[in-house]
């Protein structure tokens, strides 16, 4: 019996892009198996012996070595690999580190104005588990708000709220200082939809001040210093591996 895989599954196996992005290629026309454009997402492949080219690179499947780099990303610089603006990109301010992150993908995007903890992997497989909302790794993040939540927009929050066309909520959400002039609120997201806790915020009337996020499943931020990165120990990757089973 011939194994076979998902087209997507291989083209994050062999570290090109996650498979959010593979069916993005696969859509676009820009994969061929043995030759021929494939643009059916559920496409099989045999990993052994057929020829998988994307954008013109013949792909392994072979994985690279697995990298992981945990980076307290300062607000002001984008989540992307190309500038908006002139602005300043996460890749344009860990190359001048020489951090060695240019074949790696971020996990998880935070918006330019806010900071804290950023996954860079080549791990394509791994990237689409901790980012996909079917599997709903719960993301944490300190919020600093001019004035307070009420106990009834606390369990708004939670409950969720319509905006545009999007239902969005927090998994959970705790005060952690009350005050009529600045309070700190920490929340759990399930799944983070664009600007998702800045949006909810706005629609309680409450300014946010500062945005950072905290932890990743089991990954903390802990004391990396904002702007500074590292990367993973073993024990870090395995709570990673073990938080999507």
């Known amino acids: ?4 895989i998902r ?3 291989f083209i994050a196996n062999s570290g090109f892009a996650s498979r959010r992005q593979a069916d993005v290629l696969i859509a676009a026309g820009k994969v061929t198996v043995n030759g021929i454009l494939v643009t059916e997402m559920g496409t099989q492949v045999n990993a052994s012996k057929d020829k998988i080219v994307v954008s013109g690179t013949e792909l392994s499947n072979i994985k ?3 990298r992981f780099v945990i980076f307290n990303k300062p607000a002001g610089i984008l989540s992307s690999r190309v500038s908006q603006g002139g602005v300043e990109t996460v890749y344009d301010y860990l190359a001048k580190k020489q951090a060695g992150v240019e ?5 998880g995007r935070l ?3 806010s900071c804290g903890l950023m996954l860079l992997t080549n791990d394509g497989e791994l990237l689409h588990d ?3 909302p079917s599997i709903g790794i719960v993301k944490t993040y300190e919020v600093h708000i001019k004035g307070a939540l009420t106990f009834a927009q606390i369990k708004q929050m939670k409950e969720g709220v319509v905006e545009g066309e999007e239902l969005l909520a927090c998994a959970w959400i705790k005060a952690k200082r009350i005050s009529g002039s600045e309070s700190v609120v920490s929340c759990g997201l399930r799944e983070g939809k664009k600007r998702h806790l800045r949006r909810m915020f706005k629609m309680m009337r409450r300014f946010v001040i500062a945005l950072k996020r905290t932890q990743i499943g089991y990954l903390q931020l802990g004391d990396l210093p904002d702007g500074d990165f590292r990367t993973l120990n073993k024990n870090e990757v395995q709570s990673l591996r073990l938080v999507v089973r």
């Open 1 to 4: 019996m011939i194994k076979t």
């Open 7 to 9: 087209l997507n599954k």
């Open 64 to 66: 690279p070595e697995p």
């Open 103 to 107: 074949d790696l993908d971020i996990c």
């Open 111 to 113: 918006d330019k104005d």
């Open 130 to 132: 901790l980012t996909h």
